[in-house]
């Protein structure tokens, strides 16, 4: 009878019925001999998206036991070099599928498969789905051993539960699908204030004004200020706030958030669930220029024009106050962690005459960027198309030259001037694409020129590029002050071992660094054959276990390692062992 129930669920019977809402007792704690604490929750604003899923603490070591969370199949196995790093997906009987990151290794089996695709596909780092029928678990059994792998800066277990049907990733703690222990109210820090004005359909906001905020109790904020909050003809609250959880010292996420207006709610944010392609909107659901810096989440209570409805459960009037000048209004708001636990800030506001109300500079000579239309334009050196869906509001179009001193890098050759496209703290959901002028770059520097860019905090950075017809092409998300540069340095190679005989060694290990355009691809070679690596991107390390099945013992092997950097430029490590 066993035999025929599990024939029934891994041939595809028993997963055809319809999704179920999954349900806490269905779940195991999906890694053993740990203490059950997280370090990071669902939804946390990330650069560039929200965490998918929680960051079960493995107590600072790798190798704990990871478990399946429900009976079900792995369906899928991927290993990258940042990400999830060693990845393992597993299919349920409900509709569901449960993702485990960073691992160090899988389960035996597993790993076996894995050797084999590698060969097959000729690569190390592979994504790849499996049969329902290859590899069949029940709750419980463990599946591999937790690590630090991908783009993880510390031990731990990177766990989702998803829709399987599309993806959406779920809320787990605030589902209560995980166990946690959690008695603290979220931290609200400050709170800030714009006001926003608009030339023809375009938004034009003011900087905001800051307000700090005391704790007179858990739970419950004030202003530091007791005279109410003057506010004007239009505009929105930005919110700083994070969670804690007991027992840990890490910032967490905050689930929900509400603001009240004379006791009718206006906007509601909550976080139960996600649309991998939507990810990005992090970007307008929190205030993006304060986020990039903060380690709270930075949110601002209005929706932008190009964010859809869907994050928000409540958005009356677009969430924005227009206090009619010498109205006071009661304004209150609530900060809700995923385990129910809350936090008020509750104020009043009162509107200003209008003509101290923010207005907008006069911007008629410049093009708009409208945030639902194609936009083009090509002069001075640059030619730029942004996508309708690319911003999150219009905005007008600025390009100056770069008029400050050129940074310094003495590994580079600067090769243009500075040419500054709209504002680098302004987010992009979509790829715009870049042309610059790159006809003075010499013949002989073509192959190496790619374009650099400054940070926020006015660091050079890589950006990429091709040189084509006398002009470097960069598909980007983020625009701001671009330079041509020239990047000739080659990466660097620095073995781990000295000696010649390794007979008693598991692995070799290698640093691969490089001094701008990052490592672009690293492949190893033994005897002549492709081997495999393991690469840890965040260490910048590469390490290849030696595989006696394939390439035999008890004689001399060659190695080769080639590493090319993002501007094409390689170098290659060779040297024999015994083994």
């Known amino acids: 009878m066993r035999h025929i129930l599990l024939t029934l669920l891994f041939s595809g019977g028993l997963l055809a019925a319809p999704a179920q809402e999954p349900r806490s007792e269905r ?23 929200f965490h998918s899923g929680v960051d079960i603490k493995t ?50 089996d597993i790993e076996s498969y894995l050797r084999y695709k590698r060969y097959e596909q000729g690569r190390s780092n592979v994504d790849f789905t499996c049969k329902p029928s290859l590899f069949p678990v029940h709750a419980g059994d463990t599946v591999a051993l937790s690590g630090n792998s991908g783009m993880s800066f510390g031990p731990h277990l990177h766990f989702e539960v998803r829709r399987s049907s599309d993806q959406r990733t779920l809320n787990t703690l605030a589902a209560k699908l995980l166990p946690v222990r959690d008695r603290i ?100 659901v929190s205030y993006y220029p304060m986020q990039l810096s903060s ?39 609530t900060a809700e962690d995923d385990c129910g636990n809350r936090s008020v800030l509750a104020f009043t506001v009162e509107g200003k005459a209008d003509e101290r109300s923010f207005r907008a500079p006069a911007c008629d000579s410049l093009p708009v960027v409208r945030h639902d239309r194609d936009f083009h334009r090509e002069g001075d050196g640059v030619r730029i198309e942004i996508p309708a869906g690319t911003l999150y509001e219009s905005c007008f179009y600025t390009q100056r030259p770069h008029d400050e001193p050129q940074p310094k890098d003495s590994t580079l050759l600067f090769l243009s001037r500075g040419v500054e496209i709209l504002d680098v703290r302004l987010p992009m959901h979509r790829y715009a694409t870049l042309w610059i002028d790159a006809t003075q770059v010499p013949p002989e520097l073509r192959r190496h020129a790619v374009l650099a860019s400054l940070s926020p905090k006015g660091k050079l950075r890589y950006e990429g590029g091709k040189w084509s017809d006398g002009r470097i092409r960069l598909r980007t998300r983020s625009l701001g002050t671009f330079f041509v540069v020239a990047d000739t340095v080659r990466p660097t190679i620095r073995p781990h071992f000295t000696a010649h005989d390794l007979s008693g060694q598991r692995s070799v290990t290698f640093s691969v660094g490089d001094n701008f355009s990052g490592v672009g691809s690293v492949s190893c070679l033994v005897d002549g054959r492709m081997a495999i690596l393991e690469e840890n991107r965040v260490k910048g390390t590469y390490t290849h276990y030696f595989d006696d099945e394939l390439f035999g013992r008890n004689r001399e092997h060659t190695l080769r390692l080639t590493a090319t950097d993002g501007a094409g430029n390689t170098r290659v490590w060779e040297g024999t062992y015994y083994r």
């Not at 005279?227 to 910032?251: L, M, W």
């Not at 209005?302 to 009661?330: H, I, S, V, Y």
């Open 59 to 108: 107590d600072g070591v790798t190798g704990k036991p990871v478990v399946a969370a429900a009976d079900g199949y792995v369906v899928r196995i991927a290993v990258s070099p940042g990400g999830y790093g060693r990845a393992l997906y597993i299919a349920h009987p409900d509709g569901t599928t449960t993702v485990y990151g960073h691992l160090e290794r899988f389960r035996t």
């Open 185 to 284: 109210a979220p931290r609200i820090m400050r709170l800030h204030y714009v006001e926003v004005d608009s030339l023809g359909d375009v938004p034009v906001h003011s900087r905001p004004r800051t307000f700090d905020v005391v704790r007179r109790s858990e739970g419950d904020y004030a202003l530091r200020q007791t005279q109410p909050v003057a506010v004007g003809r239009r505009g929105y609250f930005i919110v700083e706030c994070s969670d804690r959880k007991d027992e840990v010292h890490n910032t967490f996420g905050i689930y929900r958030l509400t603001e009240e207006v004379d006791g009718e709610v206006r906007y509601e944010y909550r976080m139960d669930g996600f649309l991998f392609g939507d990810t990005r909107y992090c970007n307008a």
């Open 27 to 49: 779940y195991r704690f999906p890694v053993r001999n740990v203490a059950g604490l997280y370090s990071a929750n669902f939804g946390e604003m990330r650069p560039n998206h």
């Open 295 to 333: 380690r709270n989440e930075v949110i601002r209570l209005t929706q932008p024009a190009g964010c859809p409805d869907r994050f928000f459960t409540t958005m009356k009037n677009r969430a924005l106050l227009t206090t009619p000048a010498g109205r006071r209004q009661e304004v209150r708001i």
